[in-house]
């Protein structure tokens, strides 16, 4: 098997130039007709790929499967998280566990990310994205949107969640960014870990001291009544830096960016920022389509699987494109478009699915509607400055996909 | 289970508090019939038996419920 995939392309693949919003040619073939099939990745390794909405449905829901990177056949996304999970898993402090080790981790995080609570962060969230917009309109112009808008108000978001004091905030965006990297050493990983691991336990000692509303404060108390370690306060935490960052930057910008290229849709949500239903679909379906976790779901499997007639065996590994299965026409029937009315938008699995499901997908909602609503409530006739779209340096090779800068007027 | 005899209820929703994970996709979906607790993140069914018209929300909740955790009998 592993001889005849060599000199395959790996994977991930890459998209055609020109075609900066559309899947990669040969995932989308892949999905068509070979839905379960092999691909070499950047290890030597050969895991499974797995195209389909409901096989990736089925395969996460899976307790068959496992998220704890040292089980044998785990194909990790790059060295940096292969070196952070690893980690994680031999001190059990991060959340790529199994079963109850898993659940019992995580129901010390859930009571922190209900809807309820995330929900008081709304008007701070507003706020964050109303001075935002007062400065850019302040300032000169052309201006870059990924600076200037995309890129702060999740980190703005993120520190007000964690409680990060402002004169660290700088330390924490390069940081943060610098995890995100492909081309981060395994050597650099370890570095980077310790001194984000360090930065937390000087804040966990002022915590105690000084407790605030923030969801940092509710991990330090938690470590206080024994329920967890300061192992996982500083994982956990560093989990919710890097999940909550680049991917929600990258959607603000992407979803920007592909509005510019659909003006009807773009043009419907200008004329609807005060419709909250309408908005919120408009943010689900931009999930969908843009899907930029798009190197897949890492699994490895611990007991033999069939599925679409192939045998997943134990010790192998899988790969979940939620990328592919978010264009499956199976599921969605306007899957190449961007379409605000498309009934089963909400199906998407941008988030992933079973009991690894996204813990913050609510906060990242109500920052997407945020900043959906107030850019194009306040700035209606905002437009890309750049030559063109599609030649764009788009961050293919990073582990959420996006862009580092455009240019905008208005 | 025998009390919903009683009165002509067309919709039966139960939860899986031991599977819930907390997503809250069912708070999104359904507010008026799925809740979360303050304590753990864990769904809170508010309604047992929903009228008919909180159908297509009750079942687009269990649909989308990451962890399988709601039934529509």
């Not at chain 1, 940081?175 to 691991?197: F, Q, Y």
């Not at chain 2, 008026?32 to 079942?59: C, H, K, Y």
């Amino acid at each position: 098997m592993t001889d005849q995939l060599q000199g395959q392309e790996l994977f991930p693949f890459k998209r055609e130039a020109g075609h900066p919003f559309d899947l990669p040619s040969d995932l989308t073939r892949r999905r068509e007709e070979e839905p379960v099939s092999r691909v070499p990745i950047w290890d030597g390794s050969t895991p499974w790929l797995v195209t389909r909405h409901a096989d990736v449905k089925s395969v996460l829901s899976d307790p068959r499967v496992s998220m704890n990177y040292l089980t044998p056949g785990m194909p990790p996304e790059n060295p940096f998280i292969k070196v952070r999970r690893q980690k994680e898993a031999r001190e059990s402090s991060g959340l790529s566990m199994d079963g109850a080790l898993h659940a019992q981790l995580r129901r010390v995080l859930t009571p922190l990310f209900t809807v309820k609570r995330l929900s008081k962060l709304r008007p701070k969230i507003q706020q964050i994205a109303d001075e935002l917009i007062d400065n850019m309109l302040a300032g000169p112009k052309p201006v870059d949107f990924v600076e200037s808008f995309a890129r702060p108000l999740p980190m703005l978001v993120i520190c007000e969640l964690l409680g990060v004091r402002y004169e660290d905030r700088e330390m924490f965006k390069e940081s943060a960014e610098r995890m995100m990297m492909t081309s981060t050493t395994e050597a650099e990983s370890m570095e980077l870990i310790t001194k984000v691991h360090a930065y937390f336990g000087e804040l966990a000692e002022l915590r105690k001291r000084e407790p605030g509303d923030d969801v940092f404060s509710a991990l330090v108390e938690r470590m206080e009544a024994g329920d967890i370690t300061l192992d996982h306060v500083k994982s956990l935490a560093v989990v919710l830096v890097i999940a909550g960052h680049d991917t929600t930057v990258n959607m603000i910008a992407m979803s920007t960016l592909a509005l510019f290229d659909n003006p009807e849709q773009l043009a419907e949500l200008r004329a609807n920022t005060e419709d909250p239903v309408l908005v919120a679909n408009a943010v689900e379906e931009m999930l969908r389509y843009l899907t930029l976790t798009h190197i897949g779901r890492r699994r490895a499997i611990i007991e033999d699987i069939e599925i679409d007639g192939k045998v997943m065996r134990k010790g192998e590994g899988v790969i979940c494109a939620e990328n592919a299965a978010n264009r499956d026409p199976a599921v969605f029937p306007n899957p190449e478009q961007i379409d605000f009315h498309q009934e089963q938008t909400r199906e998407h699995l941008a988030f992933g699915y079973g009991v690894h499901q996204c813990i913050g997908q609510q906060l990242a909602r109500f920052e997407l509607q945020a900043a959906f609503s107030t850019l194009h409530r306040r700035i209606p006739t905002l437009q890309f400055a750049g030559s063109s779209l599609d030649s764009l340096p788009y961050k293919d090779e990073f582990i959420v996909y996006g862009v580092d800068s455009f240019p905008v007027t208005w | 289970m025998e009390s919903t005899m009683e009165k002509e209820t067309v919709l039966k929703v139960t939860v899986d508090q031991h599977k819930c994970i907390g997503a809250g996709q069912c708070v999104i979906a359904a507010p008026a019939v799925f809740d979360q607790s303050d304590d753990d993140g864990i769904v809170i069914l508010l309604q047992e038996n929903p009228s008919e018209d909180a159908r297509a929300e009750v079942e687009l909740a269990a649909k989308l419920c990451p962890a399988a955790a709601i039934t529509v009998h």
